[in-house]
């Protein structure tokens, strides 16, 4: 049970050498949230952070940017139109219904020169 929280001298050659007392009391220090021994004075660890939920607009961001990822040269270019043109939210539901190139205008036959 050697550990980085145990750094005071003395209580890891209690502990090692199987003293009932040390070994208890270090057991009971760790188990109540101290995490390291600096000395012989126990040092409270820090409180665990907690995973924050990331709000709506970054969550669309990483949806539009990992859909992207999957489009390259000119369907991309025409996602990132549709973006700056109807916003993110229809990029993003264009991509997941599985994009297509849209096709471009015909160009009117010019009659043969003669």
Not at 5 to 26: F, H, S, W
Request: hydrophobic letters at 40%; one cysteine or more.
């Amino acid at each position: 049970m050697k550990k980085d929280y145990m750094k005071c001298e003395k209580c890891v050659e209690a502990y090692e050498a199987g003293r009932a007392d040390a070994r208890a009391e270090i057991e009971a220090m760790v188990k109540k949230g101290f995490g390291s021994f600096v000395g012989t004075v126990a040092v409270a660890a820090e409180a665990p952070v907690k995973a924050h939920k990331p709000s709506a607009a970054r969550k669309l961001q990483g949806q539009y940017m990992g859909l992207l990822r999957g489009h390259k040269g000119r369907e991309a270019q025409a996602i990132k139109r549709l973006c700056k043109e109807k916003g993110k939210e229809a990029a993003v539901a264009a991509m997941q219904k599985g994009f297509k190139m849209p096709k471009p205008k015909a160009k009117p036959a010019e009659p043969p020169a003669a």
